[in-house]
């Protein structure tokens, strides 16, 4: 049974740091590309970062390039999400997703694997 376990959201101050982790059980985690997307209230899930399943390429969104980092430690079957200068509209559910293959998706709908998500708020 596959399960991704997402946590380390919580509420924080705008410009402070969060770091979230996904951990990951039921595949083989290192022939899975991971990725962070998040959902703010009202709005469709968003992508947020990628990564490939040796920890190399990544990718990001325009609106995190440079503030957030996406790594992940095979040995732990985890991946995370460093997020930095958080802003307000930083705020929503933040979710993981597990592919896989060879390739980094980038939308929502290559992903077949999910976990639950946490709440992440950035207060002004």
């Known amino acids: 049974q596959v399960q991704l376990v997402e946590s380390g959201g919580g509420l924080v101050q705008a410009g402070n740091s969060l770091r979230l982790s996904c951990q990951t059980s039921?595949?083989?985690?290192?022939?899975?590309?991971m990725g962070w997307f998040r959902q703010a209230p009202g709005k469709e899930r968003e992508f947020v970062a990628a990564?490939?399943?040796?920890?190399?390429?990544?990718y990001y969104a325009d609106s995190v390039k440079g503030r957030f980092t996406i790594s992940r430690d095979n040995a732990k079957n985890t991946v995370y999400l460093q997020m930095g200068s958080l802003k307000p509209d930083d705020t929503g559910v933040y979710y993981c997703?597990?592919?896989?293959?060879?390739?980094?998706?980038?939308?929502?709908?290559?992903?077949?694997?999910w976990g639950q998500g946490t709440q992440v708020t950035v207060s002004s």
């Open positions: 990564i490939d399943r040796s920890g190399a390429p990544s």
């Open positions: 039921g595949i083989t985690f290192s022939h899975y590309a």
């Open positions: 997703a597990a592919r896989r293959g060879i390739s980094v998706p980038r939308e929502t709908f290559q992903y077949d694997n």
